[in-house]
């Protein structure tokens, strides 16, 4: 579960921990991936794409799952490819 609330006065920022010196620049971290247990369109469960075991796996059976709190949150420099396809 995430809890990131931040304010329009002091957003959250997830960002690369890569050194200043070489940023910006897109794709240096995977950026967030928050899967639920909630169901799905068509039932059961799914996979990210590149990701595998448990840690890839979302949808279910808890229609009252909550996977937490998004709130004033900027995420910069994301989008590198977590797995392969």
Do not use: C, H
Not at 2 to 24: E, R, Y
């Amino acid at each position: 579960k995430i809890n990131a609330a931040g304010t329009a006065d002091k957003p959250i920022t997830f960002t690369s921990a890569a050194d200043p010196k070489v940023l910006p620049k897109r794709g240096m971290w995977g950026g967030l991936v928050i899967n639920g247990y909630a169901p799905i369109t068509g039932g059961g469960t799914k996979t990210v794409e590149g990701l595998t075991g448990v840690q890839g796996k979302y949808g279910g059976i808890d229609p009252l799952d909550n996977s937490g709190v998004l709130q004033y949150v900027r995420v910069w420099y994301g989008g590198a490819v977590i797995g392969a396809n």
